[in-house]
């Protein structure tokens, strides 16, 4: 059920997300033109309905970034990793695809290559893999050090250390503060390489791209693919440590 539940949350958190994306940026699409605020705020709420959906089963890590951060500071078994990640990337390929459909008219009537990549993955405003890294391993950071904070605001209602994730994200206000965690981030760190902030959230939608025929569509830019991975883990796992290491309570 853990992986079923990572699969499908992540699916949602890409349907939504690049969805906003492609309304957008698509040629003749009726949202077109809408900017960079609807771009945040859409991947904002589409991360809180993945965690109000799925929540309750697998804590809705939707992000391998969030489960080797767990796993590093004993908040997750190790044996698990590698269920929730590939969960994670089939999810989020899977809704890509669905945008891909949901948007099957406006792929032709747009002409520019790169919009069509991102609309599936991150792409750097100005390409600089050094400074793209420490962009990204600073917005994931935050990311995380900001999931474990709202977590750890719930021990005090019951035992302290009691609480999980999935106690947490399954009912109440708290996904919407992760909501509105990400949508903080698009605001004001996203602007140099669009926040990925999530190894599933951008490789599987750029398999996708790859696999998908895409009229006019380019390449899939897995030159710079291996930023949004590695940087985001990096970013995750120093914040969990981190976390602990101030000796606050997860």
């Known amino acids: 059920m853990i992986y079923l539940a990572e699969f499908v949350g992540t699916a949602i958190l890409t349907l939504l997300g690049c969805g ?3 309304g957008v940026t698509l040629a003749n699409s009726k949202a077109a033109g809408g900017g960079w605020i609807v771009i945040t705020f859409g991947w904002g709420l589409a991360v809180a309905m993945a965690v109000y959906t799925v929540g309750q089963y697998s804590g809705a890590h939707i992000n391998p970034a969030v489960t080797l951060g767990l796993a590093s500071i004993g908040e997750l078994p190790w044996l698990q990793v590698p269920g929730y990640i590939a969960a994670q990337v089939a999810g989020g390929l899977f809704g890509s695809v669905l945008v891909y459909l949901a948007y099957f008219r406006h792929w032709r009537e747009t002409p520019d290559a790169e919009t069509k990549l991102g609309v599936f993955s991150t792409i750097p405003a100005v390409r600089s893999i050094p400074a793209n890294f420490v962009t990204e391993v600073i917005g994931t950071f935050m990311l995380i050090f900001g999931i474990l904070g709202i977590n750890a605001n719930m021990n005090p209602l019951g035992e302290a250390g009691n609480g999980t994730l ?4 399954g009912t109440g206000v ?17 602007g140099p390489t669009g926040y990925a902030i999530n190894p599933a959230r951008d490789l599987g939608p750029r398999i996708a791209h790859a696999l998908l025929p895409i009229p006019g569509k380019g390449g899939s830019d897995w030159s710079y693919a291996w930023v949004p991975i590695v940087a985001p883990i990096v970013g995750g796992v120093l914040a969990a440590q981190t976390f602990v290491l101030l000796g606050f309570q997860v």
């Open 20 to 22: 906003v994306v492609a």
């Open 166 to 169: 999935a106690d947490l994200f």
């Open 174 to 190: 708290a996904p919407l503060l992760v909501g509105f965690l990400v949508l903080a981030i698009g605001l004001s760190l996203g």
